[in-house]
C-alpha cells in the first residue's frame, strides 16, 4: 500500500472529514536515461553549489524566495505551514455544482481520498449526498507550496479530488485560427451531418477501459528486444532521407471521406451505379401473337421475296390449304361457343361455316 502524501479533513459547514490521500495514477511512460553518444556512458546531474562549484547534499538544501538579485528569505517547511496552518490541512469546500458546468479543460490531477481514523460515517455521508444530488464539490486546497482549486467527485465508492486549473491559467484561443460555424468554409450540409452521425452511431460502443492500452510502448519495446537478440545495442540508427511527396490539394471531398468510412464507394462511383441500376436495357418490341398469323399470310416472308419466284399449281394449292386450316381453327372456336349457347340449334352452326369461309377467300385474294 502507498504512503499518503497528505492529511487533513474535508471540511463543509460544521462538518470535519478527516481524510488522507493517494496519488490516483501512475506515469507508465517509457524511461529513457540520456548517455554520452562517444562511449554510452550514462550522464548525470550534480547539485552544486554555484559559488564555490562544489557539490551539495540534500541533507544541506534548504527553500528559500529571491526578493532582490542575490537576495533570498529562506522558508522553512514550517515556515510554510505556519503561514497559514487551516489551508495547509483542510479540503475547504466552497460550493456545490452540476458536473457538466466544469469544462473538461480545467480537470489537471487526480487524487484518492481515504477516509481517516474515525472517519468512516462521515465520509460515506459524504459520498452519498454527492451520488444523490449528482453535483460535485469546488474546493481549496494546499498541496506542497501550492493552493490548488479542486474538484470532490464521487466515483464509485471514492471520493477523488481532481486539482482544477485557474481561469487565469487557461490559454485564450484568439490567436487560432477555429472556423466560425457561420462562415462559409465551415458550412456543413444535412447529408454530411446524417452521415458523419451514422459513423458515431456504427462506432459507439460501452466505455470498457481495459482494452485500451499503450500500443507504442509495446511497439518500443519489442525493437528493443529485437535490437538486443541482434547484438545491436551501440547501433545508433539514422534516419532515412524522405522522399520527395507530390502537393495535396487543401480541397477535402468530406462525403467521399465519410461514404468510405461507411463501407461505401465514392459519391461519383455510387451515382454512377444508381443510373445503371435505373435505367434497363431496352427491349425488341414484339407484335402481339395474333397479329403474326396475318402478317404470314399477307406478306411472303424474306427469303421468299429473295429467292427466285416459282408458281407451279401444286406449290400454290399446298400454300391456299395451309392458309385455309390455320384461319379456320381461330373461328372454330367462337363458333362452337356459340353453338352451345343456343342449345345445338341449326342456324347457330351453319353461320360459322361462311365465316370459315370468308378467311381462305381473303387470303387467296391476298395470294
Same mark, same amino acid.
Given at each position: 500500500? @502507498? ?15 478527516? /481524510? ?8 507508465? =511512460?517509457?524511461?529513457?536515461? *540520456? !548517455? ?19 557539490? $551539495? ?15 533570498? /528569505? ?24 452540476? &458536473? +457538466? ?22 465520509? &460515506? ?8 444530488? =449528482? ?13 490548488? !482549486? ?30 466560425? @460555424? ?12 446524417? *452521415?458523419? %452521425? ?7 460502443? %460501452? ?13 518500443? *519495446?519489442? *525493437?528493443?528486444? %529485437? ?17 520527395? %511527396? ?22 461519383? @462511383?455510387?451515382?454512377? +451505379?444508381?443510373?445503371? +441500376? ?16 396475318? +402478317? ?35 373461328? @372454330? ?6 353453338? $352451345? ?27
Amino acid at each position: 500500500m @502507498a504512503r499518503s502524501m497528505w492529511k487533513g479533513a474535508i471540511s463543509f459547514g460544521l462538518v470535519h472529514i478527516p /481524510v488522507e490521500m493517494y496519488p490516483a495514477v501512475s506515469d507508465n =511512460g517509457l524511461d529513457l536515461n *540520456m !548517455l554520452d553518444r562517444r562511449d554510452f556512458s550514462p550522464i548525470g546531474f550534480k547539485r552544486y553549489n554555484k559559488s564555490t562549484g562544489k557539490e $551539495v547534499s540534500w541533507d544541506d538544501i534548504i527553500k528559500g524566495y529571491e526578493y532582490s538579485d542575490g537576495e533570498y /528569505v529562506v522558508l522553512s517547511d514550517e515556515d510554510l505551514r505556519r503561514a497559514n496552518p487551516e489551508a495547509t490541512q483542510t479540503i475547504d469546500i466552497l460550493a456545490f455544482v452540476n &458536473a +457538466d458546468q466544469v469544462p473538461l479543460l480545467y480537470y489537471e490531477h487526480p487524487y484518492y481520498l481515504a477516509p481517516g481514523k474515525g472517519g468512516d460515517k462521515v465520509y &460515506a455521508l459524504l459520498r452519498e449526498t454527492l451520488r444523490e444530488v =449528482g453535483k460535485i464539490g469546488i474546493a481549496n486546497v494546499v498541496i506542497r507550496v501550492k493552493q490548488h !482549486l479542486a474538484a470532490l467527485v464521487c466515483v464509485g465508492d471514492t471520493i477523488v479530488l481532481n486539482t482544477l486549473r485557474y481561469p487565469d491559467e487557461i490559454r485564450a484561443t484568439d490567436e487560432l485560427k477555429i472556423p466560425d @460555424a457561420d462562415s462559409r468554409a465551415a458550412q456543413v450540409t444535412e447529408k454530411e451531418l446524417q *452521415m458523419a %452521425k451514422a459513423l458515431v452511431e456504427g462506432m459507439s460502443e %460501452k466505455w470498457k477501459p481495459q482494452q485500451y492500452h499503450d500500443t507504442y510502448r509495446e511497439d518500443v *519495446m519489442a *525493437m528493443i528486444k %529485437k535490437k538486443i537478440a541482434a547484438n545491436q545495442t551501440k547501433t545508433i540508427t539514422e534516419p532515412e532521407p524522405e522522399e520527395h %511527396k507530390p502537393a495535396k490539394s487543401n480541397v477535402i471531398d468530406l462525403v467521399s471521406l465519410l461514404q468510405a468510412s461507411l463501407g461505401k464507394k465514392p459519391a461519383r @462511383a455510387a451515382r454512377d +451505379d444508381d443510373d445503371d +441500376d435505373d435505367d434497363p436495357p431496352p427491349r425488341k418490341s414484339r407484335k402481339p401473337a395474333h397479329d403474326d398469323d396475318d +402478317d404470314a399470310g399477307d406478306a411472303p416472308p424474306p427469303r421468299a421475296r429473295k429467292a427466285p419466284a416459282r408458281s407451279t399449281a401444286h406449290a400454290t394449292a399446298a400454300k391456299r390449304t395451309t392458309a385455309t386450316k390455320a384461319a379456320a381453327k381461330p373461328a @372454330a372456336k367462337p363458333a362452337a361457343k356459340r353453338a $352451345v349457347a343456343a342449345k345445338g340449334t341449326a342456324a347457330k352452326s351453319a353461320s360459322a361455316k361462311p365465316t370459315a369461309d370468308k378467311a381462305p377467300a381473303r387470303r387467296r385474294k391476298a395470294a
